[in-house]
């Protein structure tokens, strides 16, 4: 089996950005033990509360991270896509503090924490990368919450949907300005802290104003450079490994 077919592939692609890995690291990351499974759309892959011993690597499909308040109330904190090591903190952390469910059906990979940090510590050029990976995932953490905190709805969504054009095409999982949104209008809001409602009002705008075309999930950018302006974008929190410029 080539690298290219092998069941991690796709976590071997992402970390290879953020550092220089020669044949050997490839080779002991590709041998890490695993499981791989399909996870329903909506089931859980990580529960709040949960004592992890695995960690799970998204081979295709899309999940996201979200947590419950005492209202019953959801905040969507981000969305994950193939590639993504969707909990690769709880490799040091002793219990999980928030849910990561399916958004779409997803493959899986599982691998036991134990034998990630057995990589990380052993082959320092994949440790370094894991630890990358960890801060731009803080990073989009960061970017997020000021976007729900400082931002008014059409600069949230229209951050929003900027974000996924670029990570979408960044991991090579489809066009910048031309993509299928796998969130519904009410995902679409626990993303950006509004309502159903005001979420469909703020998409019918853009479409109105020539910024986007949308057909049920489909979503064109017909202006990207107006878009990304509307949402105050811009790449730099992604940490892209290219340096890729889009504004």
Not at 9 to 17: G, I, T, V
Not at 79 to 84: A, F, I, L
Not at 146 to 165: I, K, P, Y
Request: hydrophobic share 40%; net charge negative; aromatic share 6%.
């Amino acid at each position: 089996m080539t690298s290219s077919n092998h069941a991690l592939a796709p976590m071997l692609r992402k970390l290879s950005k953020w550092a220089a890995f020669n044949q050997q690291d490839e080779q002991a990351l590709l041998a890490l033990p695993h499981e791989t499974r399909t996870i329903g759309k909506g089931n859980y892959i990580v529960r709040d509360g949960d004592r992890p011993t695995r960690s799970c690597v998204l081979l295709s499909g899309f999940a996201y991270r979200h947590k419950l308040v005492g209202n019953g109330g959801r905040q969507i904190l981000t969305v994950h896509m193939s590639g993504d090591v969707v909990d690769l903190q709880n490799s040091l952390l002793r219990i999980a503090d928030h849910d990561v469910q399916a958004l779409t059906e997803a493959e899986v990979a599982f691998i036991p924490t134990d034998a990630v940090k057995e990589l990380a510590f052993s082959r320092p050029a994949v440790g370094m990368a894991m630890w990358y990976d960890t801060l731009v995932d803080a990073s989009v953490h960061r970017e997020w919450t000021a976007n729900v905190g400082r931002r008014d709805s059409r600069t949230r969504m229209a951050h929003l949907l900027c974000e996924f054009g670029v990570r979408l095409h960044d991991a090579g999982l489809g066009s910048l300005c031309s993509y299928e949104m796998p969130m519904t209008q009410e995902q679409l809001a626990d993303c950006t802290g509004l309502t159903p409602v005001h979420v469909n009002r703020t998409l019918k705008s853009f479409d109105r104003e020539g910024l986007t075309q949308r057909t049920l999930r489909s979503v064109s950018i017909d202006d990207w450079e107006a878009l990304a302006k509307v949402g105050d974008f811009d790449t730099r929190y992604l940490h892209l490994a290219d340096k890729q410029e889009f504004v």
